[in-house]
């Protein structure tokens, strides 16, 4: 005897809440009820409003999501076209570039010109240089403002990863995101601010931390929440076995009325935040679930990214990376593992390629169909380029050039900035540091830079560190 | 009305900036308290230490160079420079500059107007002064509680600010037993302790805890965070490393209340002292608990400059309070740590055995075999086994020698007997009809030496080297007896590290190796058949005959071999003739003598002669068999002893100023080790200071920054909150102490009582100050919001360990042992997916394993277990000295359906159906009360009654659910117990372990 409407467990709460008198209980009444605006201190805890408000600037983007094509892309068989490295190919490279540079898995060998593998051509009213990897993406030419002039300080994929995260090599700083959503909070109250989704495919799998998406010295609050393909889609969101909705509720609702009953002879302000994190917790034990449940998804959609929704692969969680932004995520990072093509550098990125050439595409797509493109920003690259000497028929880790993309609100679409030199070795023209990345991301957010700062062990850290970082207006439109 | 409000706002406005908040409006101005940290946050990013940045010569933090500048004039604000540029209007002369967007409050330029005014009097920083306290304030009690209760009630009479009773007993012994042990008190030790009537009943739970094995656990919570130790390695593959003996040597020596001088010592030089222990050595793998890698493509040279960076900011960190960092690139713009002191202090550690790149999936030598008691008990009798059988050799030839004479007739009338015969499969051409791989480059005699034949290959590299052939066209079979062999000539002026052969039936997995571990191929810890470690390298400048036996290498009897490598690590080989030696009958020499009479043989044949008889021998050899199985045995007993990292000090590494810290540029002065150079100087007697001259300077009983730190992290533990609250800095950006005569005089006592952290825990425990309730009156909660009066005691969260602790203790699942391999509790599937090389599958522990402390799970670093980490425990990548404190709807996620959680409620329900009494209000009251230490109330009681009814009557109509959750976990299903009714209780059993108060140290 145990039916319930669809809104059984309001119900349940309310019937709970009722004989209940206090401070509390009504903080918490209006937590289930959304549209009950009260002044309990409890209500005010749930959702997270950002250190930076009003913002500095007026934001041209409200999100973030991040791309991250792992493993350290060629920039010279995906977006750097280098005609002139096609005529050296074979021949030695020139010393005056290499000589007392980093170099990885090259040291003490010799180094010898690699021509690039793939064809490149315009696409789009732009007619923005691409290789031909991305046919799909292609049709979003026009949206990309291509960086061909990206440096960065570190040479293995770890620090690296570390570097472009947190803006540092050494662990322990917040990443981007977590800086992002202390600033700015989230616009969703049943979903974390900051969702990390990764897929993996295309060539070798080097290992991803979660020190890239972890909060470091800000609160744990503001950590990336891993999503997964598999099992809970959020550790613990799950009901255990046995346990249904309504005995979840019944627990949740008795844990918090106990609280509060302790409450009124402890006087813990801990514990009315305590409160409304369960009710959080229990919200997203709904919320989630129904985020991951893609079935309402109409086919054209489906078959516009591509995939299974929820197969796992980068075009799924593309798909589901719109849907967080739908619901207010505020920065969405995507790993794939795969662009790490020590060997066999042809083949290797055209198979990667084609893992997230279509998803991307779909994902630009939907996002300006559904007008949500205008105040996102979408982020494409990896951790560092490749080098243009060859090892063997693929390509080592190099850091003094390289390519990513951005996307998105506020961005100048269908143009290139910057450029590397003949051999696609150093950034020559318009250099962009990691940092500047990082001064312009936050600055498109509304934030200045400079001004954002989080005080940890006696110094005033930020993203962008101590370092000059610029601001790159001519990125934007 | 309107006025009237008005007026109570500004009365409350002018009481709360009054009381306690707003320094120095009367009292007088003190510079470390009211003036440095103005300076300091405002003006010495550009007017400080950092020799490299200062603007226009002007420094604030020496006051003669700010008076002779003319920017302070003592005495005199209105003339001083620094007072008309910090009230200028004009944007380009206001300082500090707008876009250093620090602007001054208008009560810190009325601060500066004062302190100028009254004379612009400089104090040094109170981290690095001598300490400071009036040694026993006139009429006080001269016992230690008694001393910190009046520095503190000196501050709050001044404060005009009312302490809080003390707590009730409960919350005593819930507090103590948390603060001490990590564990809540049981039903029986709280009854124990209300109801003690004695005097002493509180310094006696006091004492009982110090001296329970849990209270080495707890403080180890604590130390580990700070020496960032972890399970795995860190950096890329963050693979498992065992340094895990290391953690129970910090548990050990909290609980044995080792001295903390000596603590220091045995963690930074352990292996230097003389005569080390086994235990000290383990001690020193402090030094190596540093993230390291594996990652390939990675320069040695670039991570050892990651390491040594890493290392000084531990140290300085852990054991000084001090916040180095910054001073790896240029001068610390806070504090007058310089860049030379940077790489001076790490000079200290120049001399540890250690790689930039490691290979072996975590093998991190120098490590070194730690067996426990048990272990070195057996070892210690099969020594003796082993002496005792050697002992019967010598008896044995000279019994055996008596029948030599027959033996000798025997043995030539036989005639199947042949020499050993080396067959080449390599000479002068690679002709195995397999394939070559890598650079066989073949010379003569004019280009090096040769061998046998006309050639010879020479192989010279950096590093790792090989050439090697596969799929030779006629396999050879192993044969019982067989050795495989090669012929290398070392070069003497630039000989490999390493030197390796290596065989393919099939796999390659079959490596011999000679001299050090540089190959990285197969490279484990201890030997094994695919890296047999053969002993050192040749000697060099001759031809020597390598030879690896087939069994060391894990070939058999039959196996096909189809290839050979020739690898080296580094230097100039030369390489000849390869083969296999065929199985012996008789070494020739024996078979020539045999062909003699023995007046004929000389001396080394009649030697040889006779030694082979009595090896061969049957008593001898099954004598010799015995000896070998023994020292098998004593070596496989070794071997399951745990491993551990440890320091070695080999030559010291040069070690230079890096320029902006760029390990590339090798422009900077080399520097050796030295402290600080403002804290002074080491003594060493022209002799290179070592790491050990460094933990002596740390711990000798004048060095302030060590025992101020300590005393202070120890306060902390206490209270939650430092007298200087940035436990983690005693620099310029530091909090001042609210409290620094109490500082100091608890650095002096842990001083002066022998450094001993259990008597200092207990003097605070022992406090009035300590045993106060948490709770705030209303007027305390506006004075002192922080609680930096210390009026109170402080409310704090749980550690994430405690929290697991708790609930596995209530539920009686908790395994209480000590130490021993990390564990694995439960952890949702695929979280390592992200981690490669070697791929990870997590497996839960089946054993006691799974109910063990908190403190021993599996800490991966850069996947921390998701219930600690949602529970604010740190990666430990680096030092934490506060962890951060969060109330998150992840962490309601982790309590409510965490498997370990989950499980625990259902046998926590188990207890409660067999022990909680008869009446389900008489178990309700019961599982209340091991959880949280008192009864429920009627409208808590009335609440769970609630959820057991609901939820049985649900569980009724659910049989089937009600079995799935009670099955939850590896633990055995009370067969005897309804379960509708368990389910029941699991229900109220989950509610009590997720109560805020069963996570909340109050």
Redesign the interface.
């Known amino acids: 005897m145990h039916h319930f409407g669809p809104n059984s467990e309001v119900q349940i709460a309310r019937r709970t809440f009722l004989r209940r008198t206090g401070i509390g209980s009504i903080a918490l009444a209006s937590l289930l009820d959304p549209s009950r605006n009260s002044a309990a201190s409890a209500a005010r805890e749930d959702r997270w409003q950002g250190v930076i408000s009003p913002t500095h600037y007026a934001p041209r983007v409200k999100r973030v999501i991040h791309l991250c094509m792992a493993g350290g892309p060629s920039h010279l068989e995906t977006f750097d076209y280098k005609p002139e490295l096609a005529k050296h190919d074979g021949q030695p490279m020139p010393e005056s570039l290499t000589a007392g540079q980093p170099i990885a898995q090259l040291q003490g060998q010799e180094l010898k010109v690699l021509g690039p593998q793939h064809e490149f051509t315009r696409r789009g009213e732009s007619g923005l240089l691409m290789s031909s990897v991305f046919p799909k993406m292609g049709e979003v030419a026009d949206e990309l403002c291509v960086i061909n002039s990206m440096f960065t300080e570190q040479i293995n994929h770890d620090p690296a990863h570390t570097f472009f995260n947190t803006g540092t090599a050494i662990s322990g700083r917040p990443s981007m995101g977590s800086w992002v959503l202390y600033g700015l909070g989230a616009e969703t109250q049943d979903l974390p601010g900051f969702i990390v989704l990764t897929s993996e495919g295309g060539g070798q799998s080097q290992p991803i931390s979660s020190r890239q998406w972890h909060s470091g010295f800000l609160p744990s609050r503001f950590q990336g929440v891993q999503m997964y393909s598999t099992g809970n889609p959020v550790h613990y969101v799950g009901n255990p076995p046995g346990v249904d909705r309504t005995q979840q509720r019944q627990i949740v609702s008795a844990i918090a009325h106990i609280n509060q009953l302790r409450d009124e002879e402890l006087d813990d302000p801990e514990i009315a935040a305590r409160v409304s994190g369960y009710e959080m917790a229990f919200r997203m034990q709904a919320s989630v679930p129904e985020l991951t449940d893609m079935s309402g998804e109409p086919q054209h959609i489906v078959e516009m990214y591509g995939c299974t929704p929820g197969d796992g692969s980068f075009a799924s969680n593309c798909l589901l990376a719109r849907r967080l932004a739908e619901r207010g995520v505020r920065f969405i990072q995507l790993y794939h593992r795969g662009w790490d093509h020590h060997g066999g550098v042809k083949q290797g990125v055209a198979t990667t390629a084609q893992l997230v050439d279509q998803g991307t595409t779909a994902l630009l797509t939907d996002l300006r169909q559904r007008g949500m493109l205008q105040d996102t920003l979408v982020i494409w690259g990896g951790e560092f380029g490749r080098t243009p000497m060859a090892q063997g028929n693929g390509r080592d880790h190099h850091i003094k050039g390289f390519s990513m993309w951005l996307a998105g609100g506020g961005v100048r679409g269908g143009t290139v900035y910057g450029a590397t030199d003949d051999f696609g070795y150093n950034a020559v023209e318009n250099r962009l540091h990691v940092r500047d990345f990082h001064a312009t991301m936050l600055h498109m957010l509304g934030i200045d830079h400079t001004r954002f700062t989080y005080k940890f062990q006696g110094l005033d850290f930020r993203l962008t560190g101590v370092e000059e970082a610029h601001v790159v207006q001519d990125l934007l439109a | 009305m309107f006025t009237r409000s008005r007026r109570v706002i500004i009365c409350l406005l002018i009481w709360l900036t009054c009381v306690g908040i707003c320094p120095a409006t009367e009292r007088p101005i003190r510079f470390n308290r009211d003036i440095r940290p103005v300076l300091t946050d405002k003006c010495f990013a550009c007017h400080g230490p950092d020799a490299q940045t200062v603007e226009a010569d002007l420094r604030l933090d020496l006051r003669e160079v700010a008076v002779d500048h003319g920017a302070i004039m003592p005495g005199d604000a209105d003339e001083s420079e620094l007072m008309r540029r910090i009230l200028a209007e004009d944007e380009g002369e206001i300082m500090p500059p707008p876009?250093a967007?620090k602007p001054l409050t208008p009560q810190e330029r009325e601060l500066l107007r004062r302190w100028i005014d009254e004379g612009a009097e400089y104090e040094a920083h109170w981290a690095y002064t001598p300490l400071s306290y009036v040694d026993r304030p006139a009429g006080a009690s001269h016992d230690g509680p008694a001393m910190i209760d009046h520095f503190i009630a000196r501050r709050l009479a001044a404060e005009g600010v009312a302490s809080v009773p003390e707590a009730d007993r409960v919350t005593l012994i819930r507090r103590l037993s948390f603060d001490l042990t990590g564990v809540p008190p049981t039903p029986e030790e709280v009854d124990a302790f209300v109801s003690d009537p004695s005097q002493d009943a509180y310094a006696k739970l006091v004492d009982r805890l110090l001296a329970s094995d849990r209270y080495g656990e707890r403080m180890s919570i604590y130390w580990l965070d700070l020496v960032r130790y972890a399970d795995t390695v860190?950096?890329?593959?963050?693979q498992n490393v065992s340094q895990w003996p290391y953690r129970d040597y910090v548990i050990q020596a909290f609980n044995s209340n080792m001295p903390y001088d000596q603590f220091v010592r045995e963690q930074l030089a352990g292996d230097l002292l003389p005569q080390a222990t086994l235990d000290q050595l383990v001690a020193s793998g402090y030094n190596r608990l540093n993230?390291t890698?594996e990652?390939?493509?990675?320069?040695a040279k670039?991570y050892l400059a990651?390491y040594f960076a890493d290392r000084v900011r531990n140290v300085s960190q852990v054991f000084m309070g001090a916040?180095m960092?910054?001073a790896q690139c240029h001068d610390h713009k806070?504090d007058p740590y310089t860049t030379r002191d940077f790489y001076s202090l790490g000079a200290f550690f120049a001399d540890l055995e250690e790689q930039g790149v490691y290979g072996g999936r975590g093998s991190r030598p120098p490590m070194i075999r730690v067996p426990d008691e048990a272990l070195r008990q057996q070892l210690t009798a099969l020594d003796e086994r082993i002496a005792q059988l050697q002992a019967k050799v010598k008896p044995l030839r000279t019994e055996l020698l008596a029948n030599q004479t027959a033996w000798e007739t025997e043995a030539q009338n036989r005639s199947a007997e042949r020499p050993e015969e080396a067959i080449n499969w390599i000479d002068d051409t690679q002709d195995t009809g397999g394939r070559s791989e890598g650079r066989w480059d073949f010379i003569g005699p004019k280009q090096g030496p040769v061998h046998s034949g006309e050639k010879s290959r020479r192989q010279s590299?950096?590093?790792l080297v090989q050439h090697y052939f596969d799929d030779a066209q006629k396999p050879i079979e192993v044969q019982p007896g067989m050795r495989f062999f090669a012929w290398v000539h070392l070069d003497p002026m630039n000989p490999p590290q390493a030197i390796m052969l290596q065989f393919n039936n099939g796999d390659w997995n079959h490596r011999a190796v000679w001299g050090t571990d540089d190959i990285s191929y197969g490279l484990q810890p201890e030997s094994w058949a695919g890296y047999f470690r053969s002993g050192e390298a040749p000697p060099t400048g001759e031809w020597v005959r390598l030879e690896a036996d087939p069994t060391d290498v894990g070939l058999e009897p039959g196996d096909q071999v189809k290839g050979m490598a020739f690898t080296q690590f580094g230097g100039l080989v030369y390489w000849d003739e390869a083969g296999w030696i065929t199985s012996p009958g008789m070494p020739a020499q024996v078979v020539e003598a045999l062909t003699l009479a023995s007046e004929q043989r000389t001396a080394a044949q009649s030697a040889a002669l006779q030694e082979y008889y009595l090896e061969q021998a049957a008593p001898m050899a099954a004598l010799r068999q015995q000896i070998a199985d023994a020292q098998a045995e004593r070596q496989q007993v070794e071997e399951s002893a745990p491993l551990t990292v440890v320091s070695k000090a080999v030559e010291p590494r040069t070690i230079r100023i890096l320029p902006r810290g760029n390990w590339?540029d090798d422009s900077g002065e080399v520097v050796g080790p030295a402290i600080p150079e403002f804290l002074g100087k080491l003594e060493t007697h022209g002799q290179r200071p070592t790491r050990l001259d460094l933990a002596n300077w740390l711990s000798a009983p004048d060095n302030v920054l060590t025992s101020r730190t300590m005393v202070n992290r120890l306060w902390f533990l206490m209270f939650g909150l430092g007298i200087c609250t940035?436990v983690?800095?005693f620099?310029?950006?530091?909090t001042f102490p609210s409290h620094p005569e109490l500082l100091d005089w608890l650095a002096h006592e842990f001083v002066e009582s022998g450094w001993d952290v259990k008597h200092m825990l207990r003097t605070i425990a022992l406090s009035e100050t300590y045993r106060r309730s948490s709770?705030?009156t209303p007027e305390l909660r506006a004075a002192d919001p922080y609680n930096e009066l210390f009026a109170r005691q402080g409310?704090l969260?749980l550690a994430a360990e405690m929290v697991r602790d708790g609930a596995l203790a209530v539920s009686g699942l908790l395994v209480e042992k000590i130490g021993g391999p990390s564990a694995r509790p439960y952890q949702?599937?695929?979280?390592y997916?992200?981690?490669?090389?070697p791929k990870r599958k997590y497996v839960a522990s089946d054993d006691d394993g799974q109910y063990r402390r908190g403190l021993y799970t599996h800490w991966q670093r850069?996947?921390?277990h998701?219930m600690l980490?949602?529970f604010?425990a740190p990666?430990r990548?680096?030092c934490t000295a506060q962890r951060?404190r969060?109330?998150?709807?992840?962490?309601?996620?982790?309590l409510?359906?965490?498997?370990t959680f989950?499980e625990a409620a259902r046998v926590f329900a188990a207890r409660i159906v067999r022990e909680g009494g008869h009446s389900s209000a008489e178990k309700i009251a019961w599982a209340y009360l091991l959880a949280v230490s008192r009864v429920p109330?009627g409208?808590?009681a009335a609440?769970?009654t609630?959820?057991y009814e609901?939820?049985r009557l649900?569980y009724q109509?659910?049989p089937?659910?009600?079995?799935?959750?009670?099955?939850?976990g590896h633990a055995p299903v009370d067969e005897e117990l309804e379960p509708v009714e368990l389910?029941a209780w699991t229900?109220v059993a989950?509610?009590i372990l997720?109560?805020?108060?069963t996570i909340?140290r109050?």
Not at chain 2, 828 to 831: D, E, M, V
Not at chain 2, 896 to 899: A, E
Request: net charge negative.
């Open positions: 876009e967007h860190g950096y890329h593959g963050d993230q890698t990652e390939g493509g990675s320069q670039e990651i916040t960092g910054c806070y590299a950096e590093g590339m940035s983690d800095d620099g310029g950006q530091g709770k705030p409310r969260p949702p599937a695929g979280y997916a992200e981690l490669n090389f850069t996947f921390l998701p980490k949602a604010d990666s990548e680096e951060a969060s109330n998150t709807p992840v962490q309601a996620l982790t409510l359906n965490d498997p989950v109330d409208p808590i609440e769970l609630q959820v609901q939820q649900h109509a659910h089937e659910a009600a079995r799935q959750l009670i099955a939850v389910a229900s989950r509610v997720n109560l805020h108060e909340t109050y």
